[in-house]
């Protein structure tokens, strides 16, 4: 059973930057953040294999960066230019394959939330 221990939510205001970070108690393959905001789905947010190769969703690419450093089984997400609709449970997920979708999530964080005020 892997662990992980998410950190770095918070509250924000619209334009800042927040920086989330994940760290799991074992080595997995690919890693990715999920959310899920009140009402809606839980939605992949972003996702990057154990090489580095990543995904975004579309309404975050060019201010989402997702990162990780395989020594520490850590994953970071770097939050720029948030808006009040990236208001959400940030939910860490790992995988024991070389892909970040949410049928191959093996493990799941406890969330942290993060709230973006206008």
């Known amino acids: 059973q892997v662990q992980l221990v998410e950190s770095g939510g918070g509250l924000v205001q619209a334009g800042g930057s927040l920086r989330l970070s994940c760290a799991a108690s074992?080595?997995?393959?690919?890693m990715g953040w999920y959310r899920q905001a009140p009402g809606k789905q839980r939605e992949l947010v972003a996702g990057?294999?154990?090489?580095?190769?990543?995904n975004y969703a579309d309404s975050v690419k060019g201010r989402f960066t997702i990162s990780r450093d395989n020594a520490k089984n850590t994953v970071y997400l770097q939050m720029n230019s948030l808006k009040p609709e990236d208001t959400a449970v940030y939910y860490c997920?790992?995988?024991?394959?070389?892909?970040?979708?949410?049928?191959?999530?093996?493990?799941w964080g406890q969330g942290t939330q993060v709230t973006v005020s206008s």
């Open positions: 074992g080595s997995m393959n690919a």
């Open positions: 997920a790992a995988s024991r394959k070389p892909i970040m979708v949410v049928t191959t999530v093996a493990y």
């Open positions: 990057i294999t154990r090489v580095g190769n990543t």
